[in-house]
């Protein structure tokens, strides 16, 4: 065996590609893809001159590449008035417990695969997925800013209003499906039986939860930049600030993928084989792919929809959002109860 051979067998090696593939190189490439989507719909729509007209043979990437190099060599300024610590470990730590969920999510049912079966995968990645937001409140605190302070009390409230949504929405579905496994969940969808038709409500709410947990519009409140600068993130500067709205899309891409393990079918109707090609990367690849459109969807109601006020965000997440979510989950409950599923 050569050292080529080697390293491909490093590679795909089932835990390794979990890890490094999954839960870092394919968040960040999807990511990179949707900044770009994200920002040449409202460029088309809004008529924005730089990432429309620049380079419009490579669809305006140049203009991406320019403000990821932007990013990268500004200056990172850290005022003196800052908790110095805190203020620089938040945004790294938001950003790795942004991923961190991917470690519980299974992209294919095939047993022997780690880390699958797990038998409470989704509790487990449910639970994981709500630990970043702590941080960026955190950071808020730091920076000693009463723009970033807002911001960050705008972001607990938020957090309150779209967490419960979110967890009632995809447990309807282990409600569905008596597990916890999203494994079972997801081969609970055999036959194009996808949870987003049979429950609707569910569904809905976990999508309008996602947009408020990852502040897309028309919930981008915690930094309105109109009213508080930059929110959470005012303080912040070159690679940090990059740092902190990485996060936020790494976050969706994970919710993303919940979402469609839960209402999608996942790697339905592929059906995994025993190898690494047909067991393991064939559906995570069917699985990656449903997520981004998913994203896409996300990132096109930036270009179309204009912000909530935080008290009609509010109003509308526990008079609205969490309401649909407790119906939702009591048709799930219901579905299960008559043999539906």
Not at 62 to 72: H, K, N
């Amino acid at each position: 065996m050569n050292w080529i051979e080697l390293i491909i067998k490093i590679i795909i090696w089932p835990p390794l590609w979990q890890l490094i593939v999954l839960g870092l190189i394919v968040p960040l490439v999807v990511v990179i893809g949707i900044l770009w989507f994200e920002r040449k719909t409202a460029a088309r729509v809004q008529r924005r001159f730089g990432p429309l007209h620049v380079s419009p043979q490579l669809g305006g990437a140049l203009q991406l590449i320019a403000d990821l190099m932007r990013y990268a060599f500004q200056e990172v300024i850290i005022p003196k008035t800052v908790d110095k610590g805190v203020f620089l470990l938040a945004p790294l730590t938001a950003l790795v417990l942004s991923i961190v969920p991917l470690v519980a999510v299974p992209f294919t049912s095939v047993a022997r695969w780690w880390p699958i079966p797990m038998d409470y995968s989704v509790l487990i990645s449910l639970a994981l997925s709500t630990v970043s937001a702590i941080f960026i409140v955190l950071a808020s605190w730091a920076s000693n800013n009463k723009f970033s302070i807002i911001g960050g009390m705008r972001e607990s409230y938020m957090i309150t209003a779209y967490e419960i949504a979110i967890i009632i929405s995809i447990l309807s579905t282990a409600a569905m499906t008596l597990s916890y496994n999203f494994v079972d969940v997801v081969n609970a969808q055999e036959g194009w039986k996808w949870f987003a038709v049979l429950n609707p409500l569910a569904f809905l709410a976990a999508f309008i939860g996602v947009l408020m947990a990852t502040s897309g519009f028309p919930f981008e409140i915690p930094e309105s930049e109109n009213e508080v600068v930059a929110g959470p993130y005012t303080e912040y500067s070159g690679l940090l600030y990059g740092v902190n709205m990485g996060a936020a899309y790494i976050k969706r891409f994970v919710y993303s993928v919940l979402i469609t393990l839960a209402f999608f079918g996942g790697w339905l109707p592929y059906h995994p084989g025993t190898g690494f090609l047909s067991g393991y990367l064939y559906p995570s690849i069917i699985v990656v792919v449903k997520a981004t459109i998913l994203m896409a969807i996300f990132s096109f109601l930036r270009a179309v929809y204009g912000r909530y006020r935080l008290d009609q965000a509010l109003d509308f997440a526990w008079k609205i959002l969490f309401p649909l979510a407790l119906f939702g989950l009591g048709l799930g409950i219901l579905e299960a109860y008559l043999g539906l599923i």
